[in-house]
């Protein structure tokens, strides 16, 4: 039976057999992939969505969120040692950073293509397993989301914030991305 260190064969099968994964498997086994912190961690979409304004006219968006505190990592024993010691320790750290009114902030920036520009480039813009070069699209800095409380009731208000891509506020809209269109699909059966 494999254990926990010998069981991801598979996962490098499909790794070696996908190279297509290749920019994200780079991304995740660099330096950067264990975070030091929550409060210290870079995100971005895999999807593209849109954003449509009010007479309907619509572009493709990618998300961008920059830690306005630095992108801090461990290295892996030292990671190692905190899982093992306290295996809540993001989820603490960032609680009590924000307790103590250190309130974290990312930086909000956005990377918009014309919906007529969709296959001007040399890949397809909706493939999920495609990043848009910065050079070609420059993320433009759009806001700051800071988290300055705790939830009050932590199930309540967790649960209804709800990350899937199912949930989208007036003004954003799908793609027909087919990893995206696979996951909605997944969430409509499921309700």
């Given at each position: 039976?494999?254990?926990?260190?010998?069981?991801?064969?598979?996962?490098?099968?499909?790794?070696?057999?996908?190279?297509?994964?290749?920019?994200?498997?780079?991304?995740?086994?660099?330096?950067?992939?264990?975070?030091?912190?929550?409060?210290?961690?870079?995100?971005?979409?895999?999807?593209?969505?849109?954003?449509?304004?009010e007479?309907?006219?619509?572009?493709?968006?990618?998300?961008?969120?920059k830690?306005?505190?630095?992108?801090?990592?461990?290295?892996w024993?030292?990671?190692?040692?905190?899982?093992?010691?306290?295996?809540?320790?993001?989820?603490?750290?960032?609680?009590?950073?924000?307790?103590?009114?250190?309130?974290?902030?990312?930086?909000?920036?956005?990377?918009?293509?014309?919906?007529?520009?969709?296959?001007?480039?040399d890949?397809?813009?909706?493939?999920?397993?495609?990043?848009?070069?910065?050079?070609?699209?420059?993320?433009?800095?759009?806001?700051?989301?800071?988290?300055?409380?705790?939830?009050?009731?932590?199930?309540?208000e967790?649960?209804?914030?709800?990350?899937?891509?199912?949930?989208v506020?007036?003004?954003?809209?799908?793609?027909?991305?087919?990893?995206?269109?696979?996951?909605?699909?997944?969430?409509?059966?499921r309700?």
């Open positions: 039976m494999p254990q926990a260190a010998s069981a991801h064969d598979t996962f490098w099968d499909f790794i070696s057999l996908m190279p297509e994964s290749a920019h994200m498997i780079m991304w995740v086994m660099s330096d950067r992939a264990i975070p030091r912190s929550y409060r210290m961690m870079e995100g971005f979409g895999v999807h593209t969505f849109r954003l449509v304004n007479q309907g006219k619509a572009c493709f968006v990618k998300f961008h969120w830690p306005l505190q630095g992108v801090h990592s461990v290295a024993d030292e990671a190692q040692k905190i899982s093992g010691k306290d295996p809540d320790f993001h989820r603490r750290d960032l609680w009590e950073a924000i307790e103590s009114g250190n309130f974290p902030q990312w930086e909000l920036g956005v990377q918009i293509v014309a919906e007529k520009d969709e296959m001007s480039f890949f397809d813009l909706l493939d999920p397993t495609k990043i848009i070069p910065e050079e070609l699209v420059p993320v433009q800095r759009v806001g700051v989301l800071t988290l300055n409380r705790n939830p009050d009731n932590f199930f309540a967790t649960e209804q914030v709800a990350f899937h891509v199912g949930h506020v007036p003004g954003i809209d799908f793609t027909n991305d087919p990893l995206l269109q696979g996951r909605l699909f997944r969430t409509q059966t309700s």
